[in-house]
């Protein structure tokens, strides 16, 4: 599975972005989807996820980031999308999305268990 990330940029505080992450492979509609931030200086940590077919496609989200962002999937398009909305500077951060076929609930936070990485997208967040 490759997976392309695309959609960042500069923006100014408050405004909104829309992340996508494109996959290969036919059987996408079974993959969980991560994405995940790493700002300058700090390590990788989870922003949102959503689950695949077998997991009924539910969505989860980091608490800094709930109530903004909006992780939503086209499976018919191997694509996820991250709605950004009300974005802070403290959003600014290389964005990664990542993808796992057998990754359990209680661990869809933990990057380190997700077996296929994007390349990342940087996003800036002005104030």
């Known amino acids: 599975v490759q997976l392309q990330a695309s959609g960042g940029g500069l923006v100014q505080a408050g405004d909104s972005v829309r992340l996508s992450c494109a996959a290969s492979g036919r059987t996408f509609s079974n993959f969980h989807m991560g994405w995940f931030r790493q700002a300058p200086g700090k390590e990788r940590v989870f922003v949102a996820a959503i689950r695949g077919s077998g997991g009924g496609g539910s969505t989860h989200y980091a608490d800094s980031v709930k109530g903004r962002f909006t992780l939503s999937r086209d499976n018919a398009k191997n694509t996820v999308y991250l709605l950004m909305n009300s974005l802070r500077p403290e959003d600014t951060a290389v964005y990664y999305c990542?993808?796992?076929?057998?990754?359990?609930?209680?661990?869809?936070?933990?990057?380190?268990?997700?077996?296929?990485w994007g390349q990342g997208t940087q996003v800036t967040v002005s104030s």
């Open positions: 990542a993808a796992d076929p057998s990754i359990i609930l209680s661990s869809i936070r933990t990057s380190r268990l997700y077996r296929y």
